[in-house]
C-alpha cells in the first residue's frame, strides 16, 4: 500500500471515533462517519472509517451546519440532528416520520407533489403547490439542494444523519432557506467490507427490504457503496366503487456510491441514484357538511341540495371509517433520478471542494375532483417533468486560527414543466348548474376539456463568504454576506381541447354555453421574465463560559426571489409576485453538564416577514373548480422558544424531550379570504364579503405548541446478547388547514406513540425487533380542507401499524 493511503487510513480510523449516541433531538444523535477535527473541512472522505475501529471513551456529535464538520454543541445555530441509529430504532423511512422527533418541523400533505414543509411555521402554507414559487425550507441531500418538494418524499436510504437547521440559512445554504433547512448525509463507503441488511413484515400487508454493502475497489485507492430499498405496503382505505383498498404505497430505492483518493490530498465522490413511488392515492373522504352561513341565509346550491338532485346518497359523514366511493381514476406516481459529484483538495491551511449535480423529477398524478360517485369533475391533474443542474465551488480555512473564513460561488439552473388537464362529466350540469336549460348546461359542460401547460425556468448565481473571529478563546464573532442575482422566465397557455358543438342553439343559448365554459375553463395565454438582485447575511456573538456552555445571540436576514404566476390568473392579479424578505433575531444557549451526561439546548427567536409569498386557492361559485395563484401579505411574524434535553440517566437509560412554542401571525394582512361560512351574502350583497382583514390571526399550518418524548433502556441477556426497548410521543396542538382560518378546517391537537422491542445477538450482528407506530391506534387529521358549497373533506393520518424487524450486520 502507498504511504498516502497509509496515512489516509489512519485518519479515516481516527476520524470514526464518536461513540455513537442515543440523543437524537437535543442535536446529539449518532454520527457514524465524519472527522473530530471540529475546524477541518467538510471532507467526503471524512466519512470512509473502518467498520471496526475502537469507540471513543465520549460521544460527540458533528454536523455540517455550517459547510465545515464541527461539533454540534459548538455551533451557535438552533438546529436538531437525527442519527442512523435513530432512525433504525424508530423505523423511520420517510420524512414526515422524523417531524416526530423536531417539534418545529411541520410536514402534511394533499399528495407528494403538494407537501408542505415549515420550520417555525414558516417556509409554506396550506395550499397546493405552484410551479412558479419556491418552498422557504431547503432541502439538502449530500450537499445537493433539491428545487421542489415532491422529490423529497422518496424513501429515505442509508442515511448518517438528519440536520435540520432552524431560522434563516441564506448566508452558506442560499437559496430558499428563509425558514430553515434541511441537511441530510447519507453514509459513505468504506474501505473495509461491510453489508447491512433489513427485512419487515406487519400489517396492511407491508413489506420492506434494505440493504446496503460496502467495501474497497483498490485497496486505499477507491470505495464502493451499493443501497437499495423496497417498500410495499397495501391501502389504508376501501373504495366501495372499485372494491378495493386504495392509499396503498409502493417506493423503490437505489443509490450507489464511488470514493476516489487518488492522493493524500485529493478525495472524489460520485454518487448516482434512482427512486420510483407508486400510489393508488390521494383522495379526500367527505368529514363534513353545511348548509347555512353564519347569518342564517341558506347556501346556493349547497352539498346536499346536489345530491339529492343527482339522486345519490353519500357514504356516511364518518372519515375514519376509512371509506370513499370515489369513481374516478387517481393516483400519486412518480420517479427521479440524479448524479452529483464532489471533489475536495487540501491546500495545506485551506481546502476547496466543488459539489456538482444534475436531478429530473417527473411526477404523474391523476384525481377525482368531486370527492364522489357522480361524474362531475372527472379529471383535475397537473403533471410535472422537472430538471435541475447545480454547480457549487468554495475554499475554507482548515484547522482553528484568529480567523476562521470559507467563501464561495453558486449557480443553479432549473425548468418545471407542467402539463395539466381538467374534465367535465355528464353529473356537471345538474350538479353545478341547476337553475340553467339542462340541455344547454350540458352541452356546456359534458366532457368539456381544458388542457394547459407552464414552464418556469430558474437561473441563479450568488457569491457567498463567511468568517469567524476568534477574539479570545472563550469569545467569537461570526459575520456572512451572499449576493444572489435571479432570473425567472416563462409562459402560461390554456386552450379548450374538447367541447360539445352547439349546433342547434339559439345566440343567447350559445353566449350562455361560452359564460360557463369560460368560467369551467378559463383560456389564456401570456408570458413573463423578471430578475431580482439580494443580499442575506448573519451576525453572531457566541461566547463559551466553559468548555461545555455556548451562549450566542444572532441577526440574520434572508430573502426569497419573485415568484410567477403561470397559472389562469384573474384580472387585476399580477402574474410576478414581490420578493419576500426575512429579518431574524435569536438568542439560544447549548450547555452539557455531568461530563456530558445531560444535554440542555435552548433559543428563543423573532423572525420578521415582509412581503410573505402565499399561495392563494379561488374557487369559482357555484362548481367544484379552483384557480390557484401566489400573492404577497404584507407581514407576518413568528417568534417561539424551544427547548431539548437529552439525559443518558444510567449506561441502561437514555431519555429525551423536545418542546417549541410558535407564534405565527399576520401582522398586517387586510386583504385576505374569508371563510365560506363567513360570507353572509344578503339580498342588497349577493355575493357577501369574500375579503376579511386577518391581521393578528394565526398563520394557518401552525401548531401554538408541539412536543416529543423518548427513552431508550438496554440490557445485556448473557454474554453477547443485549435486549432493547425504545417509546416515544410526540404531540400537535390544534392548526388550521385552510388559508381562511375557517372554523371547519381547524385539526384537532393530536399525541402518537410509536414502540419497538428487540434483541440483539452476538454483539449486534443480528436484530429482532416487534414495533408499533400509532401504537394506541389514534384518529387523527392531516389536514381539513372545507368547499364553498358547504363540503368539508379530510385527509387522515396513518392507522395502526405493526410489525417484526429481522437485521443483519457483517
Given at each position: 500500500m502507498t504511504s498516502h493511503a497509509l496515512n489516509y487510513r489512519r485518519y479515516l480510523l481516527a476520524a470514526a471515533a464518536a461513540l455513537p449516541a442515543l440523543f437524537p433531538v437535543a442535536a446529539t444523535a449518532q454520527t457514524q462517519f465524519a472527522s473530530n477535527d471540529a475546524a477541518a473541512p467538510e471532507p467526503v472522505a471524512a466519512a470512509a472509517a473502518s467498520a471496526d475501529a475502537e469507540p471513543a471513551a465520549a460521544a460527540e456529535v458533528l454536523v455540517s451546519a455550517r459547510r465545515r464538520v464541527e461539533k454540534a454543541q459548538d455551533v451557535p445555530i438552533a438546529l436538531s440532528v437525527i442519527g442512523n441509529e435513530q432512525l433504525g430504532v424508530r423505523g423511520d423511512y420517510r420524512l414526515d416520520q422524523v417531524q416526530q422527533l423536531v417539534p418545529s418541523l411541520q410536514v402534511f400533505s394533499f399528495n407528494p407533489r403538494n407537501t408542505n414543509i415549515n420550520i417555525r411555521g414558516l417556509g409554506s402554507n396550506v395550499a397546493l403547490t405552484t410551479d412558479g414559487l419556491?418552498?422557504?425550507?431547503?432541502?439538502?441531500?449530500?450537499?445537493?439542494?433539491?428545487?421542489?418538494?415532491?422529490?423529497?418524499?422518496?424513501?429515505?436510504?442509508?442515511?448518517?444523519?438528519?440536520?435540520?437547521?432552524?431560522?434563516?440559512?441564506?448566508?452558506?445554504?442560499?437559496?430558499?432557506?428563509?425558514?430553515?433547512?434541511?441537511?441530510?448525509?447519507?453514509?459513505?463507503?468504506?474501505?473495509?467490507?461491510?453489508?447491512?441488511?433489513?427485512?419487515?413484515?406487519?400489517?396492511?400487508d407491508y413489506r420492506q427490504v434494505r440493504g446496503s454493502l460496502t467495501g474497497p475497489i483498490a485497496e486505499g485507492l477507491a470505495a464502493f457503496r451499493l443501497s437499495a430499498a423496497y417498500t410495499d405496503r397495501g391501502g389504508f382505505l376501501y373504495d366501495t366503487t372499485l372494491r378495493e383498498h386504495v392509499h396503498d404505497y409502493e417506493n423503490a430505492s437505489v443509490r450507489g456510491q464511488l470514493l476516489l483518493t487518488p492522493s493524500e490530498r485529493l478525495t472524489i465522490r460520485l454518487i448516482g441514484d434512482w427512486s420510483q413511488q407508486k400510489q393508488h392515492c390521494c383522495i379526500n373522504l367527505l368529514a363534513g357538511t353545511f348548509d347555512t352561513y353564519r347569518n342564517g341565509t341558506t347556501i346556493a346550491n349547497n352539498f346536499n341540495q346536489r345530491v339529492a338532485r343527482l339522486g345519490y346518497t353519500p357514504l356516511p359523514l364518518d372519515p375514519f371509517a376509512r371509506r370513499t366511493d370515489a369513481n374516478s381514476p387517481f393516483q400519486a406516481n412518480m420517479n427521479t433520478w440524479g448524479v452529483s459529484g464532489q471533489v475536495d483538495y487540501d491546500l495545506g491551511g485551506a481546502a476547496i471542494t466543488s459539489v456538482t449535480a444534475v436531478r429530473n423529477w417527473n411526477w404523474f398524478p391523476l384525481n377525482d375532483g368531486d370527492y364522489i360517485a357522480r361524474s362531475i369533475n372527472t379529471v383535475g391533474h397537473i403533471r410535472n417533468f422537472q430538471r435541475q443542474f447545480s454547480q457549487e465551488l468554495r475554499i475554507a480555512s482548515t484547522g482553528t486560527h484568529t480567523i476562521d473564513w470559507l467563501i464561495g460561488g453558486y449557480y443553479f439552473w432549473q425548468v418545471v414543466r407542467g402539463y395539466g388537464r381538467t374534465q367535465f362529466g355528464p353529473d356537471a350540469a345538474l350538479a353545478l348548474y341547476p337553475n340553467d336549460n339542462q340541455t344547454v348546461a350540458n352541452i356546456a359542460s359534458n366532457g368539456l376539456l381544458t388542457t394547459y401547460t407552464s414552464d418556469p425556468h430558474t437561473r441563479s448565481a450568488a457569491l457567498f463568504g463567511q468568517g469567524t473571529w476568534h477574539i479570545t478563546p472563550a469569545l467569537s464573532l461570526t459575520l456572512g454576506l451572499r449576493y444572489t442575482h435571479e432570473d425567472k422566465w416563462g409562459g402560461y397557455t390554456s386552450v379548450r381541447a374538447f367541447a360539445l358543438p352547439t349546433t342547434g342553439l339559439t345566440d343567447a343559448q350559445v353566449a350562455r354555453v361560452n359564460t360557463i365554459r369560460n368560467a369551467l375553463g378559463p383560456i389564456q395565454s401570456f408570458s413573463v421574465d423578471t430578475s431580482d438582485d439580494s443580499l442575506s447575511g448573519l451576525a453572531t456573538l457566541g461566547w463559551k463560559p466553559s468548555d461545555d456552555v455556548l451562549l450566542y445571540a444572532t441577526y440574520s436576514r434572508g430573502s426569497k426571489s419573485q415568484g410567477l404566476n403561470l397559472t389562469a390568473i384573474p384580472a387585476g392579479v399580477n402574474p410576478v409576485v414581490n420578493p419576500e424578505k426575512v429579518n431574524n433575531y435569536e438568542i439560544g444557549v447549548k450547555s452539557q453538564f455531568f461530563d456530558r451526561a445531560l444535554t440542555i439546548n435552548l433559543a428563543a427567536y423573532q423572525t420578521d416577514v415582509d412581503q410573505y409569498q402565499t399561495t392563494i386557492v379561488q374557487q369559482i361559485v357555484g362548481?367544484?373548480?379552483?384557480?390557484?395563484?401566489?400573492?404577497?401579505?404584507?407581514?407576518?411574524?413568528?417568534?417561539?422558544?424551544?427547548?431539548?434535553?437529552?439525559?443518558?440517566?444510567?449506561?441502561?437509560?437514555?431519555?429525551?424531550?423536545?418542546?417549541?412554542?410558535?407564534?405565527?401571525?399576520?401582522?398586517?394582512?387586510?386583504?385576505?379570504?374569508?371563510?365560506?361560512?363567513?360570507?353572509?351574502?344578503?339580498?342588497?350583497?349577493?355575493?357577501?364579503?369574500?375579503?376579511?382583514?386577518?391581521?393578528?390571526?394565526?398563520?394557518?399550518?401552525?401548531?401554538?405548541?408541539?412536543?416529543?418524548?423518548?427513552?431508550?433502556?438496554?440490557?445485556?441477556?448473557?454474554?453477547?446478547?443485549?435486549?432493547f426497548l425504545h417509546g416515544d410521543w410526540s404531540y400537535r396542538s390544534s392548526y388550521y388547514t385552510v388559508a381562511s382560518n375557517s372554523s371547519y378546517g381547524l385539526v384537532p391537537g393530536y399525541g402518537l406513540v410509536n414502540a419497538r422491542l428487540g434483541l440483539r445477538f452476538e454483539d449486534g450482528r443480528y436484530e429482532l425487533s416487534v414495533w408499533a407506530r400509532n401504537l394506541f391506534d389514534k384518529n387523527y387529521y392531516q389536514t381539513l380542507s372545507v368547499l364553498n358549497y358547504g363540503l368539508v373533506t379530510a385527509t387522515l393520518g396513518d392507522p395502526q401499524t405493526f410489525g417484526g424487524t429481522l437485521k443483519v450486520r457483517f
Open positions: 419556491e418552498n422557504g425550507v431547503g432541502l439538502y441531500i449530500d450537499n445537493v439542494y433539491y428545487g421542489r418538494v415532491g422529490q423529497s418524499q422518496f424513501d429515505l436510504v442509508d442515511l448518517d444523519r438528519v440536520e435540520v437547521l432552524r431560522g434563516p440559512q441564506g448566508t452558506l445554504f442560499g437559496k430558499n432557506t428563509t425558514a430553515g433547512a434541511i441537511n441530510i448525509s447519507s453514509r459513505l463507503p468504506q474501505f473495509d467490507w461491510h453489508f447491512d441488511g433489513q427485512a419487515d413484515l406487519g400489517n396492511y362548481t367544484n373548480t379552483y384557480i390557484n395563484y401566489i400573492a404577497n401579505i404584507p407581514k407576518v411574524r413568528s417568534r417561539g422558544f424551544e427547548g431539548d434535553v437529552a439525559w443518558r440517566a444510567a449506561r441502561w437509560l437514555s431519555l429525551t424531550g423536545s418542546l417549541a412554542y410558535t407564534d405565527a401571525t399576520y401582522v398586517r394582512y387586510p386583504n385576505g379570504p374569508t371563510p365560506v361560512e363567513a360570507l353572509n351574502p344578503t339580498p342588497a350583497n349577493p355575493a357577501g364579503n369574500p375579503v376579511q382583514d386577518m391581521s393578528g390571526q394565526p398563520l394557518a399550518g401552525v401548531p401554538k405548541w408541539s412536543a416529543s418524548v423518548g427513552g431508550d433502556v438496554t440490557q445485556p441477556v448473557g454474554d453477547r446478547t443485549e435486549a
